[in-house]
């Protein structure tokens, strides 16, 4: 991850303030055979790596001079500088030379706040409460280790404590919002009443979050038998055994892999058993049956912000699985972030996007893989027009032209969102310009949805707001304060052109969203969003939002009144009807960057409305059985619904394969209109609510489940 201002700017000031009388450079011990001249150079050519961002080489050039000077103990704080600069990995050498700095030379206090940082980020919070307490002996108004110790506390479940030192840090800083924002946390954590809450310490926002919700979700993830810490990332839900029940995947960073099988709405941890636990985690987890043998694989991407490892696809073999990405050709070592599935050039298989590049400097060509038909891929992203080399996040496919062809979305981290039109398979034509797709541009994930049921389908991007003092600011302000990170919804013209109508939607808002998904969760025949919300900081404590689709183009939060604001910063959310009772339950893979930021994913169960439904499975016969692409239309009286059937979109999760479709009050569906992959369409009339299946070129329908057909 890119360094936070707030360290830079600390790591700057530190510096400015070494101990008076020391010369620069100055060790403790010297080496005699090594002329003062020569360290001094080589410790000044490493503080101005540091300065120019070069971490990796600023590390190799600071244990150079401790190669030349052991007790430097100068390197050895900058060299632990740069380790914490460097983002993700290498938090227990910084904590090393840290506190190699300190025992050489304990009379710089900051000493005490950075190893107070690492250790906060390792979940040593003890440790690192008494970091920043030794600090603030010293200097009790530092407004950095008071902030971070009111979060330290926070992580303690020590909320009283968290209170005061917050107080504290408000004092310190009165113009931050985010010690206001976490001092109200800890405040209702605690047990105290928000007016206990004196007037200058209160942070005032626009009213987000307090919109009442039609459906109060229950957290049943132990209850249910999915007890998961992880520093999680992608979700996703496919049938491993055929058994007609939805299964679960999910993955995490460095965290070995998840597989819970379901049985009538109760799980099973069964990872090892299907020869998945794989300790080299993932980002990414998609379900898709590539080689059309009538069970679902897995594909998982790695490794994202983290570096480069090669990705991994799982082929199913009688519900065991097998990683045969070599020998698929589809193992790439790129930093890959999310994925996406789609039969590009209509030959029956399944085609694999993987948008690479964010960790890398100058970023890295995404990846095209055009599936052989016999097992194998071949990368063609390059004569297909689509390597793209934004550094880019998210990926996703929809047929925004209603041509018949999955046309592709990529969102970038450095640069404008790409938006390409697929010319009958042969190739792709970026059309973002001309289409007016061009915000935002730190973009993370996004997905095609008809949210205003015209039956075409739009577009929803997600920026991120890297420091929570943005997000923060948009929440008082009630819009959003930055073009580049905000929230994007684009109405479909039906023309191959869009209209930006977030503000309308009102949803013009600035999060550190980093998942985002879509369905209708009170069956009321409009589709929600759901956001995964935070960033890697140990301090950012940010709601997920839920916002509810209104039916008239606008969209309200209501993420709080339905219970599920989690802080826990969710990733790869995911929904499903995963215990088959017409309503949509949420999976959020909840967990932080950081190895002490591993926390429990969360199931919500959704204990539904009044509301009607209509579930439809498709069953392709001339190509991929799962119909990937299809697109359903669902007509009730004026109100005309569409939904496609696409594997990844958001954060490269899966969610249900089934399309699940509200009906409001209604308990027949006027018409369902299905356009298969192929180009065959069927046409049925007035089917009741209820569980359906309909499969490629038979007539009618299959009933699954008479008993649910009118609630």
């Known amino acids: ?279 080299s985690g993932g980002w990414s987890a998609l379900w898709a049956d590539y080689d059309n043998d009538g069970d679902e694989d897995i594909y998982v991407t790695r490794d994202g912000w983290d570096g480069e490892l090669p990705n991994s696809l799982y082929r199913n073999d009688d519900g065991v699985f097998i990683d045969v990405s070599t020998q698929a050709g589809v193992s790439s070592p790129k930093d890959g972030f999310t994925a996406a599935w789609a039969d590009i050039d209509h030959d029956g298989d399944l085609d694999l996007y993987v948008a690479n590049g964010v960790a890398s400097p100058g970023g890295s060509a995404n990846e095209l893989f055009v599936n052989n038909g016999n097992g194998s891929f071949t990368e063609s992203a390059a004569r297909y027009g689509v390597a793209n080399h934004g550094r880019s996040i998210g990926s996703a496919f929809g047929d925004f032209n209603n041509d018949g062809w999955a046309d592709l979305l990529v969102i970038n981290f450095f640069g404008n969102p790409a938006l390409y039109r697929n010319d009958a398979g042969t190739r792709f034509t970026d059309v973002s310009a001309a289409a007016g797709i061009t915000s935002p541009t730190e973009g993370f994930v996004g997905f095609f949805f008809d949210y205003d049921n015209d039956g075409w389908l739009d577009v929803f991007i997600v920026g991120f707001a890297g420091e929570m003092e943005l997000a923060l600011q948009s929440a008082v302000a009630g819009g959003a304060v930055s073009e580049s990170s905000r929230l994007a919804l684009y109405r479909n013209d039906r023309d191959g052109t869009f209209t930006d109508t977030t503000q309308e939607a009102g949803l013009a808002f600035n999060f550190g969203a ?64 995963f215990d088959a009772d017409g309503d949509l339950d949420i999976y959020v893979p909840t967990g932080g960057a950081f190895l002490g930021d591993r926390q429990r994913d969360v199931l919500y169960l959704n204990p539904g409305t009044s509301n009607q439904w209509l579930h439809i499975e498709l069953e392709g016969t001339t190509g991929h059985p799962s119909a990937v692409g299809a697109q359903v239309r669902v007509r009730v009286g004026d109100r005309l619904m569409l939904q496609e059937v696409a594997l990844g979109g958001g954060f490269g999760s899966t969610n249900s394969p089934i399309l699940e479709f509200g009906l409001g009050n209604a308990e027949v569906a006027d018409e369902i209109s299905v356009h298969w992959p192929s180009g065959g369409k069927l046409l049925i009339r007035e089917i009741g609510a209820g569980r359906i299946r309909i499969v490629e070129g038979r007539p009618g329908i299959t009933r699954l489940d008479e008993s649910t057909s009118v609630r």
């Not at 802080?567 to 790869?572: A, E, R, V, Y």
């Open 1 to 279: 991850m890119r360094a936070t201002p707030l360290l830079l700017a600390l790591a700057v000031t530190a510096f400015a303030q070494a101990p008076a009388g020391t010369a620069f450079g100055q060790a403790t011990t010297l080496s005699p055979r090594v002329p003062q001249r020569i360290i001094d150079e080589q410790f000044a050519h490493a503080t101005e790596l540091l300065g120019k961002k070069l971490y990796e080489r600023a590390i190799d050039q600071f244990l150079y001079v401790l190669a030349l000077s052991p007790t430097h103990h100068e390197a050895h704080f900058y060299a632990g500088l740069a380790y914490i600069q460097r983002g993700l990995t290498g938090l227990e050498q910084a904590d090393h030379h840290l506190s190699r700095a300190i025992e050489l030379d304990p009379s710089n206090p900051r000493r005490f706040h950075y190893r107070g940082v690492v250790r906060m980020r390792l979940g040593d919070y003890d440790a690192a409460r008494s970091d920043f307490e030794h600090m603030l002996e010293a200097e009790p108004g530092y407004y950095p280790s008071l902030y971070s110790l009111g979060a330290t506390w926070m992580r303690l479940s020590r909320y009283d404590d968290a209170v005061e030192i917050l107080k504290r840090a408000v004092d310190a800083n009165p113009s931050q919002l985010e010690p206001k924002w976490n001092l109200s946390l800890a405040t209702r954590f605690a047990g105290r009443s928000a007016d206990t809450i004196e007037p200058r310490y209160r942070l005032e926002l626009a009213g987000t979050g307090v919109a009442s919700s039609p459906v109060a979700f229950e957290e049943v993830s132990e209850t249910r038998g999915i007890i998961r810490y992880s520093r999680a990332r992608g979700s996703g839900w496919g049938d491993m055994d055929n058994d007609g029940d939805l299964d679960l995947f999910t993955v995490g960073i460095r965290d070995p892999h998840g597989m819970y099988r379901n049985d009538g709405g109760r799980f099973t941890d069964v990872t090892t058993d299907v020869g998945l636990f794989d300790p």
């Open 514 to 577: 980093m998942a985002a998904t879509f369905g209708d969760i009170d069956n009321d025949g409009f589709l929600d969003i759901y956001l995964g919300c935070g960033a890697p900081a140990m301090e950012r404590f940010e709601p997920n939002k839920l916002f509810h689709n209104q039916g008239d183009g606008t969209f309200l939060d209501i993420g709080a009144s339905a219970g599920v604001d989690n802080l826990g910063k969710g990733h790869g959310v995911s929904f499903a009807d």
